[in-house]
T-cell receptor
Framework: DQQVKQNSPSLSVQEGRISILNCDYT??????FLWYKKYPAEGPTFLIS?????DKNEDGRFTVFLNKSAKHLSLHIVPSQPGDSAVYFC???????????FGKGTKLSVIP | EPEVTQTPSHQVTQMGQEVILRCVPI?????FYWYRQILGQKVEFLVS????????KSEIFDDQFSVERPDGSNFTLKIRSTKLEDSAMYFC???????????FGSGTQLSVL
């Protein structure tokens, strides 16, 4: 039951370059999407979110793009910094639901 | 910045024993959650709690699990009779509104032997 898929388990990027993390979903009822970052031995930390009524949301170095027709979202980090090295989770929720459905995560390594 | 606090950070128990995982959510939050992550797998929803009752639960949250908010600050997850497959990292979370921007604790690593 993989309603939220992150097909790249890992990604390596040079410091200063753009990191692009991808996420696909299958459930058309999802209407709110979030990205979380997780360091080892810590809980997930909220990064940025987007509602299905938008196609882009930006917060500093982080931008999330949503393509509803393709059921695809992406997180862009620019410029990437070594401190961005972490596991990034995509999550989605349905209207009226209390739960988030997470992807398996993508481990980002930013190389100095 | 306020944070969600979980205790203990590690819990080792024998199969069949009861465990209680404790959480102190952020004080002005109204929605409380438990999630878990089995090693190598994705983070999974267990239960949400609002207005002193369960608002939603997953198939994982069977009769062996229960949640409680015994006072104004603590939020607990009890597993009555632990199984080997309950071994996981358990995350507590809270949010000021439904689902929006959950704040997670650092987790309790539960090991069932």
């Amino acid at each position: 039951d993989q309603q939220v898929k992150q097909n790249s388990p890992s990604l390596s990027v040079q410091e200063g370059r753009i990191s692009i993390l991808n996420c696909d979903y299958t459930n058309s009822m999802f209407d709110y999407f979030l990205w979380y970052k997780k360091y080892p031995a810590e809980g997930p930390t909220f990064l940025i979110s987007i509602s299905s009524i938008k196609d882009k949301n930006e917060d500093g170095r982080f931008t999330v793009f949503l393509n509803k027709s393709a059921k695809h979202l992406s997180l862009h980090i620019v410029p990437s910094q070594p401190g961005d090295s972490a596991v990034y989770f995509c999550a989605a929720s349905k209207a009226g639901s209390y739960q988030l459905t997470f992807g398996k995560g993508t481990k980002l390594s930013v190389i100095p | 910045e306020p944070e969600v606090t979980q205790t203990p950070s590690h819990q080792v128990t024998q199969m069949g024993q009861e465990v209680i995982l404790r959480c102190v959510p952020i004080s002005n939050h109204l929605y409380f959650y438990w999630y878990r992550q089995i090693l190598g797998q994705k983070v999974e929803f267990l239960v949400s709690f609002y207005n002193n009752e369960i608002s939603e639960k997953s198939e994982i949250f069977d009769d062996q699990f229960s949640v409680e908010r015994p006072d104004g600050s603590n939020f607990t997850l009890k597993i009555r009779s632990t199984k080997l497959e309950d071994s996981a990292m358990y995350f507590c979370a809270s949010s000021p509104r439904q689902v929006v921007k959950l704040f997670f604790g650092s987790g309790t690593q539960l090991s069932v032997l």
